[in-house]
């Protein structure tokens, strides 16, 4: 598709954000544009990324890690590299953490304590290799890897389908108590994946949901800081999140029909 098409059509996803905002009584500012890139080429994500939209996810992990390195050499001027936010959204398998950390900015799939706990080891692991590099010119925690420790990670929930990943709400307490008190970990927020239906109203109390298990953590869960973040809606149903209080919308078919 062409360059000029991606650039309306993101246009068009901004503006759409930004009035679900302000139904919401916030501003877009409080909402992050997730541009989820697993079906389109380098040179859609180039447009992307020379339109101000940094923030791209990925589902899988290799592909994440592939196509950072691919980007890496991006610059808005020079000696200034673009930070390019990569999003690790997809369901993440234990022995492919290696390919997402330190890259990514945000992991939104952690759905158990062993994934945590590898998330863990290797963010930490990440540190003190660029701890022991900063006497040799090393690059680690700057734009070319996302960032260096902590890895900030999302509690992804299962909206009520077997099928899909996700911990279930009753024992989003306990996990998130145990994911956050990891070390080299930020656990930000929830994230979920709603049932796909043609009315977004349909799916509407699956975001109120999510939000009101967000409030009750804070309340009730031991954690070291409160949890802001609420990563929840796609294409067809992001207004809705919007409006039920999401601070990520994770974008794709919108941007790229």
């Not at 989820?36 to 101000?52: E, F, H, N, Q």
């Not at 994440?64 to 959204?89: C, F, K, N, Q, Y």
Request: net charge positive.
């Amino acid at each position: 598709m062409s360059a000029e098409r991606v650039r309306a059509n993101l246009r068009e996803v901004r503006d759409r954000i930004r009035a679900a905002a302000a139904r919401s009584g916030r501003a877009a500012e409080t909402v992050r544009l997730v541009a989820v890139t697993k079906t389109v080429s380098l040179d859609v994500i180039r447009t992307l990324l020379a339109a101000g939209q940094t923030d791209i996810g990925e589902s899988r992990a290799q592909q994440l890690r592939d196509r950072a390195a691919a980007l890496a050499d991006l610059s808005t001027g020079p000696g200034e590299p673009l930070a390019v936010r990569w999003h690790m959204i997809g369901r993440l398998q234990r022995n492919k953490i290696k390919y997402v950390v330190p890259t990514t900015a945000m992991i939104h799939s952690v759905d158990s304590l062993a994934v945590a706990e590898e998330i863990s080891k290797r963010a930490l692991a990440a540190a003190e290799e660029g701890t022991r590099g900063k006497g040799r010119g090393s690059r680690v925690g700057t734009a070319e890897t996302g960032r260096g420790t902590p890895a900030v990670c999302l509690l992804e929930v299962n909206s009520g389908e077997e099928q899909k990943g996700g911990v279930m709400p009753a024992e989003a307490p306990a996990l998130a108590s145990a994911v956050a008190a990891l070390p080299g970990i930020d656990l930000a927020g929830l994230m979920t994946l709603a049932p796909l239906a043609e009315d977004p109203e349909a799916v509407r109390p699956v975001f109120a949901a999510l939000r009101q298990l967000l409030q009750r953590l804070n309340r009730e869960a031991s954690l070291p800081r409160p949890l802001t973040e609420l990563s929840m809606g796609m294409t067809q149903d992001y207004e809705a999140a919007i409006e039920e209080g999401a601070t990520i919308v994770r974008v794709g078919t919108a941007l790229f029909r």
